[in-house]
DNA sequence: AGATTCGCCTAG
DNA sequence: TAAGCTAGGCGAATCT
């Protein structure tokens, strides 16, 4: 036997799973850790020495019980258990808010923890900790985050691996198989490195940019018989790019792309709009491909990061072998070891683009390159291009997977997740592709089991409850108003539940009373105060807060020092937790939450309400006009006399002017000083010359000019994806105009638009409608069911979603699709319904649609009227067509 | 013509 | 099933 190679570094956890083995008669249960080094190869770690558990307690017993009621024995009999239940100490239920003996109970596997929980919830005992998967158990357990030290034995060591690492027993494929077995592995897995280590062997460390390896992706895919003609792959390792492009029969095709994805081992995998085209599609092709066996359609599409052989391609019981790309009832894609990432969900997360075809956020993101831009092959007709120009499709496939790239760069979309997986404590996989109350669970229940509270399992079953109320929002007076002050409370619903101790852990629920509670306003609900019992959740707040100070501290000093990546790394760190600390509010308001109960929720929108409504009060008793105010924000007339609301360019006037300026933000500061107390800061955050609302909550614009100068501009039209954008920019216009006070102007302006397109001189492309469009593919049918929709044909986005269908383009449930109103032809016109025309321009060119004159000069007048209204011109004025607006207009 | 319903999207 | 929340505006179709 050759000497093992001991061996420690830095590793970032991409993803994690567990695998139970049998160590001689003892069943095991090993967790795979897929990791990316510091120093940039994969690694596998093995880990031993965790076994899976689940916490029981007996409800009949409480705080001063010595033992349980419920017998013990027969727990340590039941099927599935590993020796003894070992006491665990008295715990805080939060589902009744009392304390009793809690147990711990060892399972012989995982896959046992299901049965398990049944079988003692059927004895009577209250099973907690049953439903963590046990990956997170091991980061909980050890307090582990992503970025960790790992030492062990090299049982593995590929090509890439360094060559420090490297013995001639690690390097020789049989020895190292049979080493890996032995500790609990699967085979010889893909990737750089497979390390063994016991769990005292991992350690957190700091943060750090971990250099990930992503592969983007894409097929081109022929519309007659959706066989596959060609694919491209492109692998990022370090900023270094390497071009895969693929032609030969589909199985060939199929084969040469696993292969890459094998050999490159990305961490990552993208494309545009691969979750539901790409990945499907690959899946649907490798199945038709009559294959012997599960073992030979691996070959076609084993991505997933584990190693080829007879246990990982066998599909078990509800699961198909890891090997393959998965899919859980239609819903997000799993790759096992792997994270895919689709580029178009990302850049419609990120950048709410109005329509989202790749060619429209290219020219999104990068205006002046045509390169990018360029569509020379008509997607619509792949067939015909496939036979006549081969190569130019080949080329096109291929920048069709480069661009993936550019866009999650230009979008930081990796090292985001890669922050958000470092605050919250998770793999990156959980931060990237999980939710909300994933993230949270991983702070909350690690520190719930230092705390002595058990750990609930998350509810099950259909929500119905009544809704809670939310927050308040006063009502607007259309019309301008000059000087005015913004000030909103700082994180208010964390504040709020730090402040107030809110948590299931405090929550009184005795109906006892007490001088020390932190009683609500108005219905009452008492929490303990926080010398009886700090709260998980208001410590947890409290420690984000602190954090988020720290990383900003860095960030500031980095940005001294003039250390780049540093100051990058403290910036995506502190708005990591920005993101985590907002995100409690929701899930706890939630009535599934394994920590929630509907009392917390509504107590802090209760205080909220309180705290606004009593500031609003209080200033207007001052004799200041309150203009505006919705949840955490409050608008103040600044008391500043009669002051030119456009800024001068000179003399008096501007020194007038400079003088408002100065007292509106004297004003602006002494508000925020009055009205901030401990837990409840209230900020100055800007100061506005003039503000307009046409009257309506959630829409009003400002001219900001403190802290910058800037037009501010709310729930407009101007704001939203799902108007067009010559109706956006004349607004804009518009509302800069108002804003100087140039009314009559921008009643000019905005009756010359209409003009405008009446005379249809404007680019149709400027009136493009978009709006997001819900589907389910039938697969019976062989077709896309729209059937979610009360009245499918009455939505005019549903109607361009089947024009696109019809015409051969994709369609992909959720997406924006694109559409013109057209004049109706003669058998339509009697119809009510609008003509619509889907807009297929950007992806496969041609000539576009006729617009509905009267329809788009009815929908400026409409939207543009609200705003004129304000000030006498209405809808029917503004279509009337006389440009010039004077006196005789009335 | 006004009211009602559905559905999307936004503010916070 | 898996799942952050509520308040609010408005367009289109349809009903009265």
Same mark, same amino acid.
């Given at each position: !036997?050759?000497?093992?190679?001991?061996?420690?570094?830095?590793?970032?956890?991409?993803?994690?799973?567990?695998?139970?083995?049998?160590?001689?008669?003892?069943?095991?249960?090993?967790?795979?850790?897929?990791?990316?080094?510091?120093?940039?190869?994969?690694?596998?770690?093995?880990?031993?020495?965790?076994?899976?558990?689940?916490?029981?307690?007996?409800?009949?017993?409480?705080?001063?019980? *010595?033992?349980?009621?419920?017998?013990?024995?027969?727990?340590?009999?039941?099927?599935?258990?590993?020796?003894?239940?070992?006491?665990?100490? !008295?715990?805080?239920?939060?589902?009744?808010?009392?304390?009793?003996?809690?147990?711990?109970?060892?399972?012989?596997?995982?896959?046992?923890?299901?049965?398990?929980?049944?079988?003692?919830?059927?004895?009577?005992?209250?099973?907690?900790?049953?439903?963590?998967?046990?990956?997170?158990?091991?980061?909980?357990?050890?307090?582990?985050?992503?970025?960790?030290?790992?030492?062990?034995?090299?049982?593995?060591?590929?090509?890439?691996?360094?060559?420090?690492?490297?013995?001639?027993?690690?390097?020789?494929?049989?020895?190292?198989?049979?080493?890996?077995?032995?500790?609990?592995?699967?085979?010889?897995?893909?990737?750089?490195?497979?390390?063994?280590?016991?769990?005292?062997?991992?350690?957190?460390?700091?943060?750090?940019?971990?250099?990930?390896?992503?592969?983007?992706?894409?097929?081109?895919?022929?519309?007659?018989?959706?066989?596959?003609?060609?694919? /491209?792959?492109? $692998?990022?390792?370090?900023?270094?790019?390497?071009?895969?492009?693929?032609?030969?029969?589909?199985?060939?095709?199929?084969?040469?792309?696993?292969?890459?994805?094998?050999?490159?081992? &990305?961490?990552? %995998?993208?494309?545009?709009?691969?979750?539901?085209?790409?990945?499907?599609?690959?899946?649907?092709?490798?199945?038709?491909?009559?294959?012997?066996?599960?073992?030979? @359609?691996?070959?076609?599409?084993?991505?997933?990061?584990?190693?080829?052989?007879?246990?990982?391609?066998?599909?078990?019981?509800?699961?198909?072998?890891?090997?393959?790309?998965?899919?859980?009832?239609?819903?997000?894609?799993?790759?096992?070891?792997? %994270?895919?990432?689709?580029?178009?969900?990302?850049?419609?997360?990120?950048?709410?683009?109005?329509?989202?075809?790749?060619?429209?956020?290219?020219?999104?993101?990068?205006?002046?390159?045509?390169?990018?831009?360029?569509?020379?092959?008509?997607?619509? =007709?792949?067939?015909?291009?496939?036979?006549?120009?081969?190569?130019?499709?080949?080329?096109?496939?291929?920048?069709?997977?480069?661009? &993936?790239?550019?866009?999650?760069?230009?979008?930081?979309?990796?090292?985001?997740?890669?922050?958000?997986?470092?605050?919250?404590?998770?793999?990156?996989?959980?931060?990237?592709?999980?939710?909300?109350?994933?993230?949270?669970?991983?702070?909350?229940?690690?520190?719930?089991?230092?705390?002595?509270?058990?750990?609930?399992?998350?509810?099950?079953?259909?929500?119905?409850?009544?809704? #809670?109320?939310?927050?308040?929002?006063?009502?607007?007076?259309?019309?301008?108003?000059?000087?005015? $002050?913004?000030?909103?409370? =700082?994180?208010?619903?964390?504040?709020?539940?730090?402040?107030?101790?809110?948590?299931?852990?405090?929550?009184?629920?005795?109906?006892?009373?007490?001088?020390?509670?932190?009683?609500?306003?108005?219905?009452?609900?008492?929490?303990?105060?926080?010398?009886?019992?700090?709260?998980?959740?208001?410590?947890?707040?409290?420690?984000?807060?602190?954090?988020?100070?720290?990383?900003? /501290?860095?960030?500031?000093?980095?940005?001294?020092?003039?250390?780049?990546?540093?100051?990058?790394?403290?910036?995506?760190?502190?708005?990591?937790?920005?993101?985590?600390?907002?995100?409690?509010?929701?899930?706890?308001?939630?009535?599934?939450?394994?920590?929630?109960?509907?009392?917390?929720?509504?107590?802090?929108?209760?205080?909220?309400?309180?705290?606004?409504?009593?500031? %609003? *009060?209080?200033?207007?008793?001052?004799?200041?006009?309150?203009?505006?105010?919705?949840?955490?924000?409050?608008?103040? #007339?600044?008391? $500043?006399?009669?002051?030119?609301?456009?800024?001068?360019?000179?003399?008096?006037?501007?020194?007038?002017?400079?003088?408002?300026?100065?007292?509106?933000?004297?004003?602006?500061?002494?508000?925020?000083?009055?009205?901030?107390?401990?837990?409840?800061?209230?900020?100055?955050?800007?100061?506005?010359?003039?503000?307009?609302?046409?009257?309506?909550?959630?829409?009003?614009?400002?001219?900001?000019?403190?802290?910058?100068?800037?037009?501010?501009?709310?729930?407009?039209?101007?704001? @939203?994806?799902?108007?067009?954008?010559?109706? *956006?920019?004349?607004?804009?216009?518009?509302?800069?105009?108002?804003?100087?006070?140039?009314?009559?102007?921008?009643?000019? !302006?905005?009756?010359?638009?209409?003009?405008?397109?009446?005379?249809?001189?404007?680019?149709?492309?400027?009136?493009?409608?978009?709006?997001?469009?819900?589907?389910?593919?039938?697969?019976?049918?062989?077709?896309?069911?729209?059937?979610?929709?009360?009245?499918?044909?009455?939505?005019?986005?549903?109607?361009?979603?089947?024009?696109?269908?019809?015409?051969?383009?994709?369609?992909?449930?959720?997406?924006?699709?694109?559409?013109?109103?057209?004049?109706?032809?003669?058998?339509?016109? =009697?119809?009510?319904?609008?003509?619509?025309?889907?807009?297929?321009?950007?992806?496969?060119?041609?000539?576009?649609?006729?617009?509905?004159?009267?329809?788009?000069?009815?929908?400026?007048?409409?939207?543009?009227?609200?705003?004129?209204?304000?000030?006498?011109?209405?809808?029917?004025?503004?279509?009337?067509?006389? @440009?010039?607006?004077?006196?005789?207009?009335?």
């Amino acid at each position: !036997m050759g000497d093992f190679m001991q061996w420690d570094e830095d590793v970032c956890i991409v993803s994690g799973d567990n695998r139970d083995w049998q160590d001689g008669d003892e069943p095991r249960t090993v967790i795979e850790l897929w990791c990316r080094s510091r120093a940039g190869h994969s690694t596998l770690l093995l880990v031993n020495g965790l076994s899976p558990y689940v916490e029981i307690s007996d409800p009949s017993t409480d705080e001063s019980s *010595s033992g349980s009621n419920l017998s013990l024995g027969r727990v340590a009999e039941t099927n599935g258990v590993r020796g003894e239940p070992e006491p665990s100490g !008295m715990k805080l239920s939060t589902m009744d808010g009392r304390v009793r003996p809690h147990y711990r109970v060892h399972v012989r596997g995982t896959t046992k923890v299901r049965g398990v929980r049944k079988a003692l919830s059927e004895f009577g005992w209250t099973v907690t900790s049953a439903d963590i998967l046990f990956v997170q158990r091991l980061l909980l357990d050890l307090d582990l985050g992503p970025h960790i030290r790992a030492s062990g034995e090299v049982l593995w060591a590929g090509e890439r691996a360094p060559d420090e690492a490297k013995t001639p027993e690690n390097t020789d494929v049989g020895i190292a198989e049979e080493r890996i077995l032995s500790a609990g592995g699967s085979g010889v897995y893909p990737l750089d490195m497979v390390v063994s280590c016991d769990i005292s062997g991992l350690s957190r460390t700091e943060p750090f940019p971990a250099p990930f390896v992503t592969m983007s992706f894409d097929l081109e895919t022929s519309i007659e018989n959706n066989t596959i003609l060609c694919a /491209a792959a492109v $692998v990022d390792r370090a900023g270094e790019r390497r071009e895969y492009p693929i032609v030969g029969a589909e199985t060939e095709i199929l084969e040469k792309l696993t292969e890459v994805v094998r050999s490159e081992d &990305p961490d990552f %995998i993208t494309g545009y709009n691969i979750d539901n085209f790409d990945l499907p599609r690959m899946e649907e092709r490798s199945e038709y491909i009559d294959t012997e066996s599960e073992m030979d @359609r691996a070959t076609l599409l084993g991505w997933g990061r584990v190693p080829i052989n007879q246990a990982e391609t066998k599909r078990g019981w509800r699961r198909p072998g890891r090997i393959f790309p998965n899919r859980e009832q239609n819903r997000v894609w799993t790759i096992k070891g792997r %994270i895919p990432l689709d580029a178009w969900w990302q850049a419609r997360q990120t950048l709410r683009p109005q329509r989202e075809s790749l060619r429209y956020v290219s020219q999104l993101l990068w205006p002046d390159d045509e390169e990018m831009q360029k569509m020379d092959i008509d997607a619509s =007709k792949m067939d015909e291009e496939w036979a006549d120009r081969p190569d130019e499709v080949l080329e096109y496939c291929v920048r069709d997977t480069v661009l &993936p790239l550019d866009i999650l760069e230009k979008m930081k979309s990796i090292p985001r997740k890669e922050a958000l997986a470092s605050v919250s404590l998770t793999t990156v996989d959980v931060a990237a592709t999980s939710t909300t109350s994933r993230w949270i669970d991983s702070l909350v229940i690690r520190l719930a089991d230092r705390s002595g509270v058990a750990v609930p399992n998350t509810n099950q079953g259909p929500r119905k409850q009544d809704k #809670i109320a939310g927050g308040y929002v006063h009502e607007v007076n259309p019309g301008v108003e000059p000087w005015v $002050v913004v000030l909103d409370f =700082k994180s208010m619903y964390p504040s709020i539940m730090i402040s107030n101790n809110i948590c299931s852990t405090t929550l009184v629920r005795d109906g006892s009373e007490d001088d020390s509670h932190s009683t609500s306003p108005v219905t009452n609900t008492r929490y303990a105060s926080r010398e009886e019992r700090l709260g998980l959740v208001p410590q947890l707040l409290q420690g984000l807060m602190d954090s988020r100070d720290r990383h900003k /501290a860095a960030l500031a000093k980095a940005n001294e020092e003039g250390d780049e990546a540093e100051a990058f790394l403290q910036d995506q760190l502190q708005y990591a937790v920005k993101i985590l600390m907002n995100s409690f509010y929701g899930v706890f308001a939630s009535n599934f939450y394994r920590f929630t109960h509907p009392s917390l929720g509504a107590s802090i929108t209760e205080w909220a309400r309180h705290n606004i409504k009593e500031i %609003i *009060s209080k200033v207007e008793d001052d004799g200041d006009d309150v203009v505006y105010s919705d949840t955490d924000s409050i608008f103040v #007339i600044a008391p $500043v006399g009669a002051a030119p609301m456009n800024k001068p360019s000179g003399g008096e006037e501007l020194e007038r002017w400079e003088d408002a300026r100065r007292a509106t933000l004297e004003f602006g500061e002494s508000l925020a000083e009055r009205f901030t107390r401990e837990g409840a800061e209230l900020e100055f955050e800007t100061a506005l010359s003039s503000f307009f609302s046409h009257g309506a909550k959630k829409r009003y614009v400002g001219r900001v000019v403190w802290p910058r100068e800037e037009m501010l501009i709310r729930g407009y039209e101007v704001r @939203r994806t799902d108007t067009f954008q010559l109706l *956006s920019d004349t607004m804009t216009q518009m509302f800069e105009m108002i804003l100087d006070g140039n009314e009559t102007g921008a009643v000019d !302006m905005t009756k010359s638009v209409i003009d405008r397109v009446r005379a249809r001189d404007v680019e149709t492309s400027q009136l493009v409608i978009s709006r997001s469009c819900k589907g389910k593919w039938n697969s019976k049918k062989e077709e896309w069911d729209f059937s979610v929709y009360k009245n499918e044909d009455g939505l005019p986005y549903v109607r361009a979603a089947k024009q696109r269908i019809e015409a051969g383009l994709q369609f992909t449930p959720g997406m924006k699709v694109g559409y013109i109103i057209s004049e109706p032809e003669e058998g339509q016109k =009697k119809q009510k319904k609008l003509a619509v025309k889907a807009w297929l321009v950007d992806e496969i060119g041609g000539d576009p649609p006729e617009y509905d004159t009267e329809y788009y000069a009815g929908r400026l007048a409409k939207s543009l009227g609200r705003v004129t209204e304000a000030f006498g011109w209405d809808e029917k004025n503004l279509l009337k067509g006389n @440009r010039q607006s004077n006196l005789f207009d009335f």
